[in-house]
Nanobody, 122 residues
Framework: QVQLVESGGGLVQAGGSLRLSCAPSGPIFGSYAMGWFRQAPGKERDFVAAIGWSGTTHYADSVKGRFTISRYDAKNTVYLQMNSLKPEDTAVYYC????????????????WGQGTQVTVAS
């Protein structure tokens, strides 16, 4: 059974930084792509960033230059470093996993975490 556990969310002032972590468990990680998505109240779940099993990365235009996704295979952990945060970044952030290549489509990811709240105050 694959489980994903996010951590690192919280309340931060605009312009501040947060780092989210996602620790998968079970028979996963080395050959899996990891993605981060977010969902604000009343809105759909949106793609934020993804990293493929080979290390290739993709970002939503809204976060390019501010967010960085990385993975540390030795610790089975994926990170999302979020800098220059804006109030519009406020959402529940979800970690997701899928085999091999990354994707910006949430429907492509079979495994999901429970989410962690990020709130950016203006």
């Amino acid at each position: 059974q694959v489980q994903l556990v996010e951590s690192g969310g919280g309340l931060v002032q605009a312009g501040g930084s947060l780092r989210l972590s996602c620790a998968p468990s079970g028979p996963i990680f080395g050959s899996y792509a990891m993605g981060w998505f977010r969902q604000a109240p009343g809105k759909e779940r949106d793609f934020v960033a993804a990293i493929g099993w080979s290390g290739t990365t993709h970002y939503a235009d809204s976060v390019k230059g501010r967010f960085t996704i990385s993975r540390y295979d030795a610790k089975n952990t994926v990170y999302l470093q979020m800098n220059s945060l804006k109030p519009e970044d406020t959402a529940v952030y979800y970690c997701a996993a899928k085999p091999l290549r990354d994707s910006s489509e949430s429907k492509d990811y079979p495994y999901w975490g429970q989410g962690t709240q990020v709130t950016v105050a203006s």
